[in-house]
């Protein structure tokens, strides 16, 4: 399955843009929806993933829309690797009490870890209570795409994906080795993280490959 990361302003468009995908990352942080926009963007009845980085919200109006995305129908929440147990806890436990299956992501936009050391971040994202692990890193050399997908060996629901150009190749075959869903860029102009295929260009490779 592919996850169209939508970051659109516009709540008409956005809506536009979720009925023509699978499923759907709704960039809460980068859309600046209202409350009552929130609502109507999450209770389409599609799979979605209520995301609200840190930086530009404040952190208690950050919580306040992700659990009306929740309350609303979002079929996944993201919450940061960094971010405090005080946060996490409080939203996991508002996500689980509404059907909501929680992603717990790490991201380093600099460089890999080894191998080691992203097994342990893995295992620590469900010790915290994910559901399910996200893990997105820069990939500098090809090698980084071998420990990526490495990850997959492993029991439990996971998404692993490389950034950054050389890590476009971990985003197609990541479905074929045990990803829940791979992530994509509604077109090539509104990537949310460096290495984004775009949707209609993802879906050609997978098929693409399926029929090998």
């Given at each position: 399955m592919i996850c169209a990361s939508i970051a659109e302003k516009d709540v008409a468009r956005c809506i536009e843009s979720l009925d023509k995908v699978e499923m759907a990352e709704i960039r809460i942080d980068l859309a600046e929806f209202s409350n009552d926009e929130i609502r109507q963007v999450?209770?389409?009845?599609?799979?979605?993933?209520?995301?609200?980085?840190?930086?530009?919200?404040?952190?208690?109006?950050?919580v306040e829309m992700i659990k009306i995305a929740i309350a609303a129908g979002a079929t996944?929440?993201?919450?940061?690797?960094?971010?405090?147990?005080?946060?996490?806890?409080?939203?996991?436990?508002?996500?689980?009490?509404?059907?909501?299956?929680?992603?717990?992501?790490y991201h380093n936009y600099d460089r890999t870890p080894e191998l080691d050391e992203l097994e342990e971040i893995v295992r620590d994202c469900y010790a915290q209570g994910a559901d399910l692990a996200k893990i997105a890193t820069h990939v500098n050399v090809?090698?980084?795409?071998?420990?990526?997908?490495?990850?997959?060996k492993a029991p439990g629901r996971l998404v692993a994906i490389g950034?950054?150009?050389?890590?476009?190749?971990?985003?197609?075959?990541?479905?074929?080795?045990?990803?829940?869903?791979?992530?994509?860029?509604?077109?090539?102009?509104?990537?949310?993280?460096p290495g984004q295929i775009s949707y209609d260009k993802l879906n050609q490779f997978i098929m693409e490959i399926q029929q090998i």
């Amino acid at each position: 399955m592919i996850c169209a990361s939508i970051a659109e302003k516009d709540v008409a468009r956005c809506i536009e843009s979720l009925d023509k995908v699978e499923m759907a990352e709704i960039r809460i942080d980068l859309a600046e929806f209202s409350n009552d926009e929130i609502r109507q963007v999450f209770s389409r009845r599609k799979k979605t993933i209520a995301t609200c980085r840190p930086g530009k919200i404040k952190q208690e109006d950050r919580v306040e829309m992700i659990k009306i995305a929740i309350a609303a129908g979002a079929t996944y929440v993201d919450l940061e690797y960094e971010a405090t147990p005080e946060y996490k806890n409080d939203l996991i436990d508002y996500a689980h009490k509404h059907q909501c299956d929680v992603i717990i992501s790490y991201h380093n936009y600099d460089r890999t870890p080894e191998l080691d050391e992203l097994e342990e971040i893995v295992r620590d994202c469900y010790a915290q209570g994910a559901d399910l692990a996200k893990i997105a890193t820069h990939v500098n050399v090809n090698r980084d795409n071998s420990k990526i997908l490495s990850l997959y060996k492993a029991p439990g629901r996971l998404v692993a994906i490389g950034m950054g150009d050389l890590g476009r190749i971990s985003r197609i075959v990541a479905p074929f080795l045990g990803a829940e869903f791979t992530y994509a860029s509604l077109n090539e102009e509104e990537a949310t993280a460096p290495g984004q295929i775009s949707y209609d260009k993802l879906n050609q490779f997978i098929m693409e490959i399926q029929q090998i």
